[in-house]
């Protein structure tokens, strides 16, 4: 396979071509030094066969960064805690790159108690906080704090360093025309713009010599209106290579368009590819491509027919850390698949993944209970699965009931591939899970369980609108598990996470579809990159969102609804479905607890946004049994 031939990257050789690229981990210690959670998570990736392993964002500016858990190296007392994170990389197979970054305009003063700074006063489209215009003698100054970064870099004894060209940080936000509106030197031209970086890279050079590999990271195209494309990013490439840059990662978006850097699940897989195969016809160097490749089969491909050098896999990592070594082994249909439901990214959490929950908590497994007990676990979303799991494997005897809505119906193209390969490890781990099982007081009673886990069921309310029990108005559900069939046009309801499901589904099926949502903003409930994608898509195809309406009643023939305006309107449709966010019951476990049962309550998800925060708290409930 061309994934395991080696490759050069200037000085260096790496054993194979799949790199693992940065990713914020929020596992560094207060104030920015490794810690031991996050030598276990990296080592771990290493582990797992992996060539090129580069170290997340780590601040060069002692002033400016995105977070006190951001990784630092920004003087010279960080060199030994990093080193012993560069010696955990290494000391496990793979070659070690950390990746220098400043945020320019997205650093936030309540963090860093000072004013962004940028290379013109112009905000943010994630930070409405003006920047300061940075001047001449202070980007000279920021120059030396790189290249100063990258001296500390080899002194901890990493390999190579990328610079952090992209999504709309500081060196993005002198290259893109959108964020730089200097006069000087540093603006105007593509050549002007990428002053600075250039600079970065030769200060570099002076400070380390020739033999240290400098790998440059940015954004071919920011899908932003006035923003790079790739008719600037094909000559910037080649300047970066004739400077002495080592190698090239090619990603795409910026701050507002983060959609195209961290992809969400409508993204086709390998997006990103065609942008890294337009920047490989300019240059000489490796190029790096990245984006939802999460099958060895599609990364081999993408090398094979020559559309770049090696292949960045980040999120399937968190899956799958032995996602290298189950495509060299040859069992590539043995790695488990990142679903881009992007649940690994919430702000100021650690990282983690909803299919592989020891993503950053590496080593800790889990401990043996000292009085195994016959558990019942009822509801099969993700926090009754997560606790049935963690349950099964502290030793206990685990039966899993499911409600009579299974998230499948629900959630269905966003989390059905998490419920599905739930299964199987229950399945494999022994999990007792009769199929469709409704739990009755009864039934839990003449079950006898020791403890009894519940999810509170779902119920969908039906709103207080005149009509709304009318012939012609069909619950969501029923629409997504396909007992009702819909033909025409119609109106749904509510635009959070289940409107625009039910929204989607029945436009792929040909129905023309307007959604109401009370609301000033769809996709309520949804990662904000999915929604993005989402909403576009489905504007694109013809789908309609009225935002900001109240409805006042539904009739034989449609809808009326006042708008934000107070206006009465009306909406001529056959069908009207009702999408509102479900709600928790606590019945069941009101019921057997006045059977004098123990009954322990899990967390309700009522958004697939959540989904991982419900799993993560069912574990716990589960940890705390015996």
Same mark, same amino acid.
């Given at each position: 396979?061309?994934?395991?031939?080696?490759?050069?990257?200037?000085?260096?050789?790496?054993?194979?071509?799949?790199?693992?690229?940065?990713?914020?981990?929020?596992?560094?210690?207060?104030?920015?030094?490794?810690?031991?959670?996050?030598?276990?998570?990296?080592?771990?990736?290493?582990?797992?066969?992996?060539?090129?392993?580069?170290?997340?964002?780590?601040?060069?500016?002692?002033?400016?960064?995105?977070?006190?858990?951001?990784?630092?190296?920004?003087?010279?007392?960080?060199?030994?805690?990093?080193?012993?994170?560069?010696?955990?990389?290494?000391?496990?197979?793979?070659?070690?790159?950390?990746?220098?970054?400043?945020?320019?305009?997205?650093?936030?003063?309540?963090?860093?108690?000072?004013?962004?700074?940028?290379?013109?006063?112009?905000?943010?489209?994630?930070?409405?906080?003006?920047?300061?215009?940075?001047?001449?003698?202070?980007?000279?100054?920021?120059?030396?704090?790189?290249?100063?970064?990258?001296?500390?870099?080899?002194?901890?004894?990493?390999?190579?360093?990328?610079?952090?060209?992209?999504?709309?940080?500081?060196?993005?936000?002198?290259?893109?025309?959108?964020?730089?509106?200097?006069?000087?030197?540093?603006?105007?031209?593509?050549?002007?713009?990428?002053?600075?970086?250039?600079?970065?890279?030769?200060?570099?050079?002076?400070?380390?010599?020739?033999?240290?590999?400098?790998?440059?990271?940015?954004?071919?195209?920011?899908?932003?209106?006035?923003?790079?494309?790739?008719?600037?990013?094909?000559?910037?490439?080649?300047?970066?290579?004739?400077?002495?840059?080592?190698?090239?990662?090619?990603?795409?978006?910026?701050?507002?368009?983060?959609?195209?850097?961290?992809?969400?699940?409508?993204?086709?897989?390998?997006?990103?590819?065609?942008?890294?195969?337009?920047?490989?016809?300019?240059?000489?160097?490796?190029?790096?491509?990245?984006?939802?490749?999460?099958?060895?089969?599609?990364?081999?491909?993408?090398?094979?027919?020559?559309?770049?050098?090696?292949?960045?896999?980040?999120?399937?990592?968190?899956?799958?850390?032995?996602?290298?070594?189950?495509?060299?082994?040859?069992?590539?249909?043995?790695?488990?698949?990142?679903?881009?439901?992007?649940?690994?990214?919430?702000?100021?959490?650690?990282?983690?993944?909803?299919?592989?929950?020891?993503?950053?908590?590496?080593?800790?497994?889990?401990?043996?209970?000292?009085?195994?007990?016959?558990?019942? $676990?009822? *509801?099969? @979303?993700?926090? &009754?699965? /997560?606790?049935? #799991?963690?349950?099964?494997? +502290? %030793?206990?005897? !685990? =039966?899993?009931?499911?409600?009579?809505?299974?998230?499948?119906?629900?959630?269905?193209?966003?989390?059905?591939?998490?419920?599905?390969?739930?299964?199987?490890?229950?399945?494999?781990?022994?999990?007792?899970?009769?199929?469709?099982?409704?739990?009755?007081?009864?039934?839990?009673?003449?079950?006898?369980?020791?403890?009894?886990?519940?999810?509170?069921?779902?119920?969908?309310?039906?709103?207080?609108?005149?009509?709304?029990?009318?012939?012609?108005?069909?619950?969501?559900?029923?629409?997504?598990?396909?007992?009702?069939?819909?033909?025409?046009?119609?109106? $749904?309801? *509510?635009? @959070?996470?289940? &409107?625009? /499901?039910?929204? #989607?589904?029945?436009?792929? +099926? %040909?129905?023309? !579809? =307007?959604?109401?949502?009370?609301?000033?903003?769809?996709?309520?409930?949804?990662?904000?990159?999915?929604?993005?994608?989402?909403?576009?898509?489905?504007?694109?195809?013809?789908?309609?969102?009225?935002?900001?309406?109240?409805?006042?009643?539904?009739?034989?023939?449609?809808?009326?609804?006042?708008?934000?305006?107070?206006?009465?309107?009306?909406?001529?449709?056959?069908?009207?479905?009702?999408?509102?966010?479900?709600?928790?019951?606590?019945?069941?476990?009101?019921?057997?607890?006045?059977?004098?049962?123990?009954?322990?309550?899990?967390?309700?998800?009522?958004?697939?946004?959540?989904?991982?925060?419900?799993?993560?708290?069912?574990?716990?409930?589960?940890?705390?049994?015996?």
């Amino acid at each position: 396979m061309r994934l395991f031939e080696p490759v050069r990257m200037g000085t260096l050789e790496l054993k194979n071509r799949l790199v693992m690229p940065p990713m914020f981990s929020h596992l560094a210690e207060p104030g920015g030094t490794v810690s031991p959670a996050m030598i276990d998570y990296y080592a771990r990736r290493a582990r797992g066969g992996m060539g090129l392993i580069e170290v997340e964002l780590t601040a060069i500016d002692p002033h400016q960064f995105t977070s006190p858990l951001q990784l630092r190296i920004s003087d010279d007392s960080y060199i030994p805690s990093l080193a012993g994170l560069a010696q955990g990389i290494k000391e496990n197979g793979a070659r070690a790159a950390i990746q220098l970054h400043h945020p320019g305009r997205q650093a936030l003063s309540r963090v860093t108690g000072r004013q962004p700074v940028g290379p013109s006063p112009i905000a943010s489209s994630v930070n409405p906080e003006t920047p300061r215009e940075l001047t001449v003698e202070e980007i000279r100054g920021l120059v030396d704090l790189f290249a100063q970064a990258a001296r500390r870099a080899g002194e901890a004894g990493f390999d190579a360093i990328e610079l952090h060209g992209a999504h709309g940080y500081l060196l993005c936000q002198f290259l893109s025309p959108r964020s730089n509106h200097r006069r000087d030197e540093y603006g105007g031209d593509i050549r002007g713009r990428a002053r600075f970086p250039l600079e970065i890279v030769a200060a570099i050079r002076r400070e380390v010599g020739r033999d240290f590999p400098i790998i440059f990271r940015f954004s071919a195209d920011e899908h932003t209106e006035g923003g790079l494309t790739l008719e600037e990013t094909r000559p910037l490439a080649r300047m970066l290579e004739a400077a002495g840059v080592d190698a090239l990662h090619v990603s795409a978006g910026t701050d507002g368009t983060l959609a195209w850097a961290i992809q969400p699940i409508l993204l086709r897989r390998g997006y990103l590819v065609p942008l890294a195969a337009a920047i490989k016809e300019e240059v000489g160097v490796p190029v790096i491509t990245v984006g939802r490749i999460n099958d060895p089969k599609l990364a081999e491909s993408i090398l094979e027919q020559g559309k770049a050098d090696l292949v960045a896999v980040g999120r399937p990592l968190l899956a799958d850390p032995d996602f290298a070594s189950k495509a060299r082994e040859g069992r590539p249909g043995e790695v488990k698949r990142c679903i881009a439901c992007n649940s690994c990214r919430p702000r100021d959490v650690a990282i983690g993944c909803l299919l592989n929950p020891e993503a950053g908590r590496e080593g800790l497994g889990e401990t043996g209970s000292p009085r195994p007990r016959r558990v019942l $676990v009822v *509801g099969g @979303g993700p926090a &009754g699965l /997560e606790a049935a #799991r963690v349950a099964r494997l +502290r %030793g206990h005897d !685990v =039966t899993l009931w499911d409600e009579d809505a299974p998230p499948e119906a629900r959630w269905s193209w966003l989390l059905n591939a998490y419920v599905t390969d739930r299964a199987k490890t229950l399945k494999s781990l022994g999990v007792h899970r009769p199929a469709r099982k409704r739990a009755t007081p009864e039934a839990v009673a003449e079950l006898n369980p020791d403890v009894t886990l519940v999810t509170p069921r779902a119920v969908w309310p039906r709103p207080s609108i005149p009509g709304s029990d009318g012939e012609n108005v069909v619950p969501a559900l029923e629409v997504l598990s396909g007992k009702r069939e819909i033909s025409g046009e119609a109106a $749904v309801l *509510g635009a @959070g996470n289940v &409107g625009c /499901e039910v929204a #989607r589904f029945l436009d792929r +099926r %040909g129905v023309a !579809v =307007t959604v109401l949502e009370s609301g000033d903003r769809p996709g309520r409930g949804l990662d904000d990159n999915l929604t993005a994608v989402l909403l576009d898509d489905l504007r694109r195809r013809g789908v309609r969102f009225l935002t900001g309406v109240r409805v006042t009643a539904i009739e034989g023939d449609g809808v009326r609804y006042r708008d934000s305006q107070g206006n009465e309107a009306s909406l001529d449709v056959g069908t009207v479905v009702l999408a509102p966010a479900p709600e928790p019951s606590a019945e069941l476990a009101s019921a057997l607890k006045e059977r004098g049962l123990e009954v322990r309550s899990l967390p309700f998800c009522a958004e697939p946004r959540n989904a991982r925060g419900a799993g993560m708290e069912g574990a716990e409930i589960a940890r705390e049994i015996g």
